[in-house]
């Protein structure tokens, strides 16, 4: 039997990434607060097949257009940090403990 799934033919916009969009759950374990993620939904195959992804960075690309030569300073500290935030996303940024970030 095929289940189909229908939001009553609405196009649903998710923003942001979901890697840094963990729901709120009182009082629970780690483990239990990543169990009830958007992509642990029965729903995210729906929405996992139309996903886009950004390619480029507006908040730097705005920061180059407006930086005079020789004030980079501002601008390698948002490349800096957007790395650093893609690194963090991936699962690749070293950590001190199970759940603390250096």
């Known amino acids: 039997m095929r289940r189909s799934f229908s939001l ?4 649903i916009v998710l923003g942001g990434d979901y890697r840094q969009t963990l729901p709120i759950v009182k009082m629970a374990s780690r483990a239990q607060t990543v169990d009830v993620a958007l992509t642990r939904s029965k729903l995210w195959k729906w929405f996992a097949e139309n996903t886009f992804k950004l390619t480029e960075n507006m ?3 705005q920061a180059r257009a407006a930086s005079a030569p020789g004030d980079d300073a501002e ?19 070293p950590t001190e403990e199970i759940d603390t970030i250096k």
């Open 75 to 93: 601008l390698e500290q948002l490349e800096r940090f957007a790395r650093w935030l893609l690194r963090l996303g991936e699962g690749k940024e």
């Open 59 to 61: 908040r730097i690309e």
């Open 8 to 11: 009553g033919g609405k196009t």
